[in-house]
């Protein structure tokens, strides 16, 4: 599936300019509801795109990532702007439970556990609307928190990756310019640790470089 000017510009929308325009990004996500009733600037058809990418995997892997990696960052996307149901068709959901206790979202990232009287109400709707709580959002923040920084690419993968691109659904390859040059940084952040007795730290790297490594068989 092509991507088109109308989800390029969506994509726009929905970005957090890497952390600095987050109130900016918590805001669009906050006005989808009433854009949605609307039809506002085509959101309708972004949302429907969005799923058929996910689907596809058809948005070809980010520089850095695997096109598995790629797909999981748009179902991200998908729960931050059109909430907690899956997209149609996605062949691998998201577990519910995992959101907010195990799986961290750019909206939810920086929203205060301790005092949360500042918190805004479209803030509180947001999270309420996904079934997501404070008490929730403090697990995951606990020293101890079995925290998901990704899944494991999942076994067969590449295969259904290959079946799409011979269907004309998706073209490239599946992993990014920079994947391999993605790797090695990971691996020297993950000796660093050790280095300085991290040793949380180090093992939360293996674990996100295994959940790299393809599960189809040779």
Not at 71 to 95: K, M, N, T
Not at 144 to 170: C, H, M, V
Request: glycine share 6%.
């Amino acid at each position: 599936m092509e991507i088109s000017e109308n989800f390029r510009q969506w994509r726009e929308e929905f970005s957090d300019g890497g952390g600095e325009l987050l109130d900016f990004y918590q805001d669009a996500c906050n006005s989808v509801p009433q854009w949605l009733e609307t039809d506002h600037d085509n959101i309708r058809a972004f949302r429907d795109e969005l799923a058929a990418h996910i689907r596809d995997s058809s948005v070809g892997p980010f520089p850095s990532e695997t096109q598995w990696g790629t797909d999981e960052i748009l179902r991200d996307l998908w729960f931050d702007v059109f909430g907690a149901e899956s997209p149609p068709g996605d062949p691998y959901p998201v577990p519910q439970d995992r959101w907010g206790r195990h799986r961290m979202t750019k909206y939810m990232r920086d929203i205060p556990t301790k005092d949360t009287s500042l918190v805004p109400d479209t803030t509180r709707r947001w999270l309420a609307e996904r079934n997501i709580t404070f008490e929730i959002l403090a697990e995951y923040r606990e020293p101890s928190a079995e925290r998901e920084y990704s899944r494991p690419e999942p076994a067969g993968f590449r295969k259904r990756l290959d079946e799409l691109t011979a269907a004309g659904r998706r073209s490239g390859p599946a992993e990014g310019e920079r994947a391999a040059e993605a790797r090695t940084d990971l691996l020297d952040a993950k000796q660093s640790y050790l280095d300085t007795g991290h040793t949380e730290q180090a093992a939360a790297v293996d674990r996100i470089l295994a959940d790299r490594e393809p599960r189809d068989e040779a």
